[in-house]
């Protein structure tokens, strides 16, 4: 069994940066993929980001190409997102996700851990 704590969310004024982190315990993510999705209010949890068990692959939501970077440590058991540039439609709930696969995926229902989730509010 994994679990998933998230941390790094707050209030940010748009054009700022935050930036997440998902702490995993129970075992070593090291063999899995990891991703990051959101959920603003009345709205379906959504792809943000996912990457590989190495580090090698990363894929984004096109809304936050060029913003967002998905990055881990596997020493650390660690995963990050770093969110530059922040827009008023960025305001969600995050959640870290592992997949027991090293496999990386936009796809919500593979993903097997999932952590509490972080607030994220940007004011504009």
């Known amino acids: 069994q994994v679990q998933l704590v998230e941390s790094g969310g707050g209030l940010v004024q748009a054009g700022g940066s935050l930036r997440l982190s998902c702490a995993a315990s129970?075992?070593?993510?090291?063999?899995?993929?990891m991703g990051w999705f959101r959920q603003a209010p009345g709205k379906e949890r959504e792809f943000v980001s996912t990457?590989?068990?190495?580090?090698?692959?990363?894929y984004y939501a096109d809304s936050v190409k060029g913003r967002f970077t998905i990055s881990r440590d596997n020493a650390k058991n660690t995963v990050y997102l770093q969110m530059n540039s922040l827009k008023p439609e960025d305001t969600a709930v995050y959640y870290c996700a592992a997949r027991r696969s090293p496999l990386p995926t936009m796809t919500v229902t593979v993903y097997d851990y999932w952590g509490q989730g972080t607030q994220v509010t940007v004011s504009s």
């Open positions: 990457i590989s068990w190495s580090g090698g692959t990363a």
């Open positions: 129970g075992r070593t993510i090291s063999s899995y993929a």
